[in-house]
């Protein structure tokens, strides 16, 4: 339970717990939720950690993942993952919302809205989901200076620096990016968009002693990789970013057409979630016990007298 009904919940920052899941052994599993009830199926599956991923709110919101969103859009999805779970959360940041100002703002809505990390990419806007084609760099220095930024806004947060370098400056281009953004403060490093095995192995052995993030996205230029796999690559951390969203659209879409077919919802019943299933995930049952508990009903004892 979490939230009003949580008698345990956490009250170190979530920064700090976000490095202390870095510390234990083995590779930190990020799924995907976009949003507060995906995170409460996540961390009922097991998970210690999650991550809100910037292709996934757009898509929920029904627009392209083009940068168009705002720092208080993202807080908003920021919010009600981190209220519904407790759980240490990994934000996309995108470019930073702008520069190194805006950096530092976006850094400070994240940590008030109780992100444990974020990740910030060198694309240029209007920026692109890391596996598309011609995506624009920025240069590596003006990055640096909104990495540093970043470090210097943050209070607890953990800073992940993303480099889209690979495709067009190769594994040379994306490790001298790397050590910059290291040097200018990141945490972390995500390399993004590698094509192979061979190239996760060769960023790792590149970047030694550096914590690295794994994308493993569908449909993407990355083939399926496990955790363990990535693991064994060197890497310290794997994403799963819009799984959730993609499975929960695939349901939708054949909901939406069962009911335009059959004119209702009988032959989708078994498909579905039911009342108990939602209400044990959401908690319902304690929450309306909580309200009882402090609400009480005065009864009346005898008529009011007319005056």
């Known amino acids: 339970m979490t939230y009003l009904v949580a008698d345990d919940l956490p009250t170190k920052p979530a920064g700090d717990r976000f490095r202390a899941l870095l510390e234990h052994p083995g590779i930190l599993q990020l799924p995907g939720a976009h949003n507060g009830q995906a995170g409460l199926q996540a961390k009922q599956a097991g998970f210690d950690g999650l991550y809100l991923s910037g292709a996934a709110m757009t898509a929920s919101m029904g627009i392209p993942d083009l940068g168009m969103i705002t720092v208080e859009e993202v807080c908003f999805f920021i919010r009600q993952i981190a209220r519904a779970t407790a759980l240490p959360l990994l934000v996309d940041g995108d470019t930073g919302y702008g520069e190194a100002l805006n950096v530092m703002h976006m850094v400070r809505s994240f940590e008030d809205a109780g992100a444990a990390a974020v990740h910030i ?8 989901c890391g596996h598309l084609n011609d995506k624009r760099l920025a240069d590596p220095h003006d990055m640096a200076a909104k990495i540093a930024a970043a470090r210097r806004a943050r209070r607890h947060l953990y800073i992940i620096a993303r480099t ?20 200018a403060g990141a945490d972390a490093i995500f390399p993004e968009a590698l094509k192979t095995a061979d190239m996760f192995r060769e960023v790792a052995a590149r970047l030694p002693g550096v914590p690295l993030l794994a994308n493993m996205t569908e449909f993407g230029t990355t083939p399926f990789f496990t955790a363990e796999e990535f693991q064994a690559m ?12 993609r499975v929960a659209n695939k349901a939708q879409q054949k909901l939406y057409a069962a009911i335009r077919r059959d004119g209702g919802t009988q032959n989708m019943i078994e498909h579905m ?8 995930t959401i908690g319902y049952h304690d929450y309306e016990a909580l309200d009882a508990s402090i609400v009480k009903t005065i009864i009346p004892q005898a008529m009011p007298q007319r005056t």
């Not at 990419?121 to 692109?128: A, I």
């Not at 951390?237 to 799984?243: C, K, N, T």
């Open 164 to 183: 889209d370098a690979a495709a067009s400056e190769g594994i040379d281009g994306s490790v001298a990016r790397a050590n910059l953004f290291i040097e």
């Open 273 to 280: 979630q039911t009342r108990a299933e939602l209400y044990a």
């Open 121 to 128: 990419e060198d694309q240029l806007l209007p920026k692109k």
């Open 234 to 245: 060197g890497y310290k951390m794997v994403i799963w970013p819009v799984s959730s969203l």
